[in-house]
């Protein structure tokens, strides 16, 4: 479902607090090689598994949450945009020290709040208005740098307006949460 474990609700009973590994493979249509699947495609593959082998029934449900708008800032954006680039190639988190990375080559702003979300523990909303793609860099200091302090110290809401050009402001907005209705503990194999 690619959902954060924060936002799924109605989990209970002993399936609650147990770890499953499950192992699966993807078989070939013929004698041939495996298909190449995109993790899209793999995880529409497992949740009719989880609704066989653990009766799973759930469903998608919005709730207004605490969010944040992504704006351009005062000063406009600092990213040159290419209304004609292809879709990017996903995104890539490094951390060397205290300091965290993340680029992106020819990714939209929308695909730059999704990103951002996973950063910031909170869904991102793209209200910038922009279009197009862009080769994205963006350094700040990681939450043991931030804790400890320093003059060194770059927030990720201080590094996304100065080096983009860009602001995230909270607010509240509709953020999809997945709601168990029923699960079981699953059968032997």
Known sequence: YDTKEDLITGLSG?????????????????????????DTQLQAMIIPLLADRF????????KIMSVYDLIV?????????????QTGSGW????????????GKSDSISDLAAALSDEVHRQVIDKTGL????????????????????????????AIEDQLGLKLVSSKGPVDTLVIDHVEMPSEN
């Open 55 to 62: 009766h799973l029934k759930a469903h998608l449900e919005p």
């Open 92 to 103: 890539n988190i490094d951390g060397s020290d205290t300091m965290k990375i993340l680029t």
């Open 14 to 38: 002993p399936v609650s607090s147990i770890s499953f590994d499950i192992t699966a493979k993807v078989l070939p249509p013929s004698d041939g090689p495996p298909p190449k699947l995109t």
């Open 131 to 158: 279009t197009g793609h862009a080769d994205i860099t963006l350094k700040w200091s990681d939450d043991v740098a931030a804790e400890t302090g320093g003059p060194n110290v770059i927030s990720i809401f201080t």
């Open 73 to 85: 800032a005062h000063g406009g954006p600092k990213l040159k945009l290419d209304p004609s680039a």
